[in-house]
């Protein structure tokens, strides 16, 4: 079954990192298709041999692209598309309802309760992601509160399907020799205590909360991974609080892995999360975890949570105060714990790949019948 996958861009984030680990596991043809932005997971997915479609997409009302990607899905063969972020929903929904595509799969991986993927939710945009969800067939939320979200918006139950996302965690095992060469890149002293978050610099994500407390910890860095359009106020707000020297923004980074290894706690302040996978990945790295939300864990079968992560109110104070005990504490690395487990990328595309077969089995069964 040939899939294309088509999705808004491709810097360094969850929803993408998480396409990248499906389309590298999945042993059926498989292409990408990316609007904009291709960045570093472009490349990654490439170096695995998969084929990437740049459509060079100029802003959200650049309706060349739809032209260019309808061409796209019309010559291609697919079986299913597959769409991933709001802007590719709409278009990728669109072109292959026009190409006339048997099985068309969205994931909505970014929806919360007040802003998708770092725009303000408006009512406008609440109509736009509903009429493009008519266009297709089934929605996968990536948890249990991405599926009430989605329901809230007048999405049927019966629409929606609830697919956890997946992650390798043995990819992200603590090395003390990245950890070592990785604080020499940034200079950071090996007996700095580095407090690091990872994840888009926008307003949803509230690294602000994380600036502001560790001003408050003199003995701590800040090490954030990633880039948006928060950078320059969250360097400001660093310079303005006397800690602009200790925060260190790597911007996009293809190696989370090995900065994880740099870090001796994770902080997560973001209050709007769908599913919460870089808290994920900093637990499979051994890490102690201080979060504000995380569907991933509050959703966890009785018994796996993960003794690693504290759940704390998302603001400086509750953060410096939690990052502070665990300072006191000396954070050590601890063993991955089964919620991680939990998540196994292996069940992620097992349930994926079922997906499509159901969706496409239904959809050509229909035509048959009309």
């Given at each position: 079954?040939?899939?294309?996958?088509?999705?808004?861009?491709?810097?360094?984030?969850?929803?993408?990192?998480?396409?990248?680990?499906?389309?590298?596991?999945?042993?059926?043809?498989?292409?990408?298709?990316?609007?904009?932005?291709?960045?570093?997971?472009?490349?990654?997915?490439?170096?695995?041999?998969?084929?990437?479609?740049?459509?060079?997409?100029?802003?959200?009302?650049?309706?060349?692209?739809?032209?260019?990607?309808?061409?796209?899905?019309?010559?291609?063969?697919?079986?299913?598309?597959?769409?991933?972020?709001?802007?590719?929903?709409?278009?990728?929904?669109?072109?292959?309802?026009?190409?006339?595509?048997?099985?068309?799969?969205?994931?909505?991986?970014?929806?919360?309760?007040?802003?998708?993927?770092?725009?303000?939710?408006?009512?406008?945009?609440?109509?736009?992601?509903?009429?493009?969800?008519?266009?297709?067939?089934?929605?996968?939320?990536?948890?249990?509160?991405?599926?009430?979200?989605?329901?809230?918006?007048?999405?049927?139950?019966?629409?929606?399907?609830?697919?956890?996302?997946?992650?390798?965690?043995?990819?992200?095992?603590?090395?003390?020799?990245?950890?070592?060469?990785?604080?020499?890149?940034?200079?950071?002293?090996?007996?700095?205590?580095?407090?690091?978050?990872?994840?888009?610099?926008?307003?949803?994500?509230?690294?602000?909360?994380?600036?502001?407390?560790?001003?408050?910890?003199?003995?701590?860095?800040?090490?954030?991974?990633?880039?948006?359009?928060?950078?320059?106020?969250?360097?400001?707000?660093?310079?303005?609080?006397?800690?602009?020297?200790?925060?260190?923004?790597?911007?996009?980074?293809?190696?989370?892995?090995?900065?994880?290894?740099?870090?001796?706690?994770?902080?997560?302040?973001?209050?709007?999360?769908?599913?919460?996978?870089?808290?994920?990945?900093?637990?499979?790295?051994?890490?102690?975890?201080?979060?504000?939300?995380?569907?991933?864990?509050?959703?966890?079968?009785?018994?796996?949570?993960?003794?690693?992560?504290?759940?704390?109110?998302s603001t400086p104070h509750d953060f410096r105060r939690a990052v502070q005990a665990l300072i006191n504490a000396?954070?050590?690395?601890?063993?991955?714990?089964?919620?991680?487990?939990?998540?196994?990328?292996?069940?992620?595309?097992?349930?994926?790949?079922?997906?499509?077969?159901?969706?496409?089995?239904?959809?050509?069964?229909?035509?048959?019948?009309?």
């Amino acid at each position: 079954m040939k899939v294309l996958h088509v999705i808004t861009g491709l810097a360094s984030g969850g929803a993408e990192r998480q396409l990248r680990d499906l389309v590298a596991r999945r042993g059926q043809p498989t292409e990408v298709a990316v609007l904009t932005n291709p960045g570093v997971v472009a490349q990654e997915i490439r170096a695995a041999g998969i084929r990437v479609h740049e459509l060079g997409m100029r802003g959200n009302r650049d309706v060349r692209a739809l032209g260019s990607l309808a061409r796209l899905v019309r010559t291609g063969g697919y079986d299913v598309v597959h769409t991933h972020l709001f802007r590719a929903g709409l278009y990728g929904r669109l072109a292959a309802r026009l190409a006339g595509v048997p099985a068309i799969v969205a994931t909505e991986h970014s929806i919360g309760e007040r802003h998708i993927e770092g725009r303000t939710i408006t009512q406008p945009i609440r109509l736009l992601a509903r009429g493009g969800e008519r266009l297709g067939h089934v929605t996968v939320a990536v948890s249990s509160a991405a599926a009430r979200r989605l329901r809230s918006w007048g999405v049927p139950a019966r629409r929606i399907e609830i697919i956890p996302n997946g992650l390798d965690h043995l990819a992200f095992d603590f090395d003390p020799v990245a950890r070592k060469e990785t604080r020499g890149r940034l200079r950071i002293p090996e007996d700095a205590v580095v407090v690091g978050g990872v994840g888009r610099l926008d307003p949803g994500k509230r690294f602000e909360v994380l600036v502001e407390a560790v001003a408050g910890l003199p003995e701590a860095v800040l090490l954030l991974v990633g880039d948006g359009p928060a950078r320059d106020g969250l360097a400001e707000l660093a310079r303005r609080a006397g800690a602009g020297h200790r925060v260190i923004f790597v911007g996009e980074s293809n190696d989370i892995p090995a900065l994880l290894s740099a870090m001796d706690v994770f902080a997560a302040p973001s209050q709007e999360e769908t599913f919460g996978l870089a808290v994920l990945e900093a637990l499979a790295a051994g890490l102690p975890v201080v979060y504000g939300v995380c569907p991933a864990l509050d959703e966890l079968p009785a018994g796996l949570d993960p003794p690693a992560a504290r759940r704390v109110p998302s603001t400086p104070h509750d953060f410096r105060r939690a990052v502070q005990a665990l300072i006191n504490a000396a954070p050590t690395r601890f063993s991955v714990p089964a919620a991680v487990r939990h998540y196994d990328i292996k069940h992620h595309v097992a349930r994926i790949e079922a997906l499509y077969t159901r969706v496409h089995q239904h959809t050509s069964r229909t035509k048959r019948e009309q």
